[in-house]
């Protein structure tokens, strides 16, 4: 039912509760605000059909909605509330797709509604408005197992649910309707969209993967866009990352670290032969699995070595990676080969036997420093101790010549093999715990 409640003072006062609109130049504010209208929903009543082409942008005044995903069997997941300020809509707006879920009115709802063609029509003179609700797209994907893509088939593949979520992408667990096998969804983040570079970056990703055949890196299957962004198609790898690993069970024995970084380095050596530099080389990009086997994954700021242009890897000056993890080469960008892996690497390495970090530092400046002046500890020091050889082996891995680490890599692949099966269900029991 329509109203005109959308007039009052107080309806923009709500309007400026909501986080993407606070962002926008108060006189942009004022224009949306006289495209609304009013519009009332009784309990029970659906605002938006999943499945519909959306037409609106809707903001809650008063009540409460339920956002209601119904998945391929039938299930429904209740995946948010809408109070007060809360937006719904966005989705549909944004990807110009159906929209995802039903939104239902749970009690007497008032809303303010913005129809699609306003919005197109202040979109096109005003392109940060598509921007902050492309971005409050991006914040509600990934954000627990299901969301607003759960169930949806896209390029034939069915999304299950959603595995994890990072700055850059969003990863799902999905289906292939034609053969049933189980593979994992990368999805650039919608943030990323309106930022330069960004689509190169993800197609570079899937154009690098693509020609990385090991048994240790993870296979890439094909990509694609859909909704308004970009999917890479890859293995789905069963297991927990290294990262995730040492904060649930703590530092490995040497001679079980040592198969796990032997298949890491193989890996890498790969990779380098290839012409590949990965650059984001740490413990949660590297996957161990209940049969022992390790998976290099995420290669999204990976650059291909000699073969490619600073414009189209990055912006000039930008250096990207994790820090903890960078050479201090890396971290000034006066490193970019591969002596950048190994000496990242080492790190894991350190860490996996020590179970702590080999750097410290609040700031970026105070780990750059630390990485100048920490001496490596004593073999007996690092974590229950470590044999002379693996010492030596760390020593040679963090030189500060990037050249001189070659040696030390091709030494840590000859240690190639699988942790003992005993050890493997004690790790990952520990991990279910």
């Not at 954000?143 to 992408?169: Q, S």
């Not at 100048?372 to 030596?392: C, N, Q, Y």
């Not at 001189?404 to 790790?427: I, K, M, N, Q």
Request: proline share 4%; net charge negative.
């Amino acid at each position: 039912m329509a109203t005109d409640f959308a007039a009052e003072a107080g309806s923009r006062d709500v309007l400026l509760e909501c986080e993407p609109f606070r962002a926008l130049r108060s006189h942009l504010v004022d224009q949306v605000f006289s495209c609304l209208a009013g519009r009332v929903y009784e309990p029970g009543e659906t605002v938006i059909q999943q499945g519909q082409r959306g037409d609106s942008l809707f903001i809650v005044l008063e009540g409460e909605a339920r956002v209601l995903l119904t998945d391929h069997d039938g299930s429904i997941h209740c995946i948010a509330t809408l109070v007060r300020g809360s937006i719904a809509g966005e989705m549909s707006l944004i990807t110009q797709e159906p929209a995802t879920a039903d939104v239902t009115a749970a009690t007497e709802l008032k809303v303010l509604v913005l129809a699609a063609t306003q919005f197109d029509l202040l979109a096109a003179k005003n392109p940060e408005l598509t921007i902050v609700l492309t971005n409050l797209v991006a914040d509600r994907l990934g954000r627990g197992l299901h969301d607003g893509l759960g169930g949806k088939v896209l390029n034939g593949y069915r999304i299950n649910r959603c595995v994890g979520r990072g700055g850059m992408a969003v990863v799902y667990e999905a289906v292939a309707l034609a053969t049933g096998e189980r593979v994992a969804l990368k999805m650039m983040s919608h943030r990323l969209v309106y930022q330069p570079g960004a689509f190169s970056r993800f197609e570079r990703e899937a154009r690098i993967v693509e020609g990385l055949e090991h048994e240790n890196v993870a296979k890439l299957k094909g990509h694609f866009p859909a909704f308004r962004t970009e999917f890479i198609v890859m293995e789905l790898l069963e297991g927990r990352t290294l990262a995730e690993l040492l904060a649930d069970r703590g530092p490995f024995p040497e001679p079980q670290a040592r198969p796990v970084l032997g298949q890491l380095a193989s890996a890498l050596r790969f990779v380098h032969e290839h012409g590949v530099v990965h650059r984001d080389l740490k413990p949660g990009n590297v996957m161990l699995s209940p049969a022992g086997i390790v998976k290099l994954m995420d290669f999204g700021l990976a650059k291909e070595d000699e073969r490619l242009t600073d414009d189209t890897a990055t912006q000039h000056g930008t250096v990207l990676g994790t820090p903890l993890y960078m050479s201090p080469g890396q971290m000034t960008g006066e490193e970019t080969g591969p002596g950048i892996d190994v000496y990242s690497f080492a790190c894991i390495a350190f860490e996996l036997v020590a179970g702590v970090p080999l750097h410290v530092g609040r700031t970026t400046r105070g780990l750059f420093q630390d990485k100048l002046t920490r001496v490596l500890p004593p073999a007996v020091d690092i974590g229950r101790g470590v044999s002379a050889e693996f010492h030596e082996f760390l020593r040679g891995a963090l030189a500060g010549d990037g050249d001189l680490r070659a040696d030390a890599l091709a030494e840590a692949a000859a240690w190639a093999g699988r942790p003992d099966e005993a050890f493997l269900r004690g790790l990952f029991e520990a991990g279910r715990g």
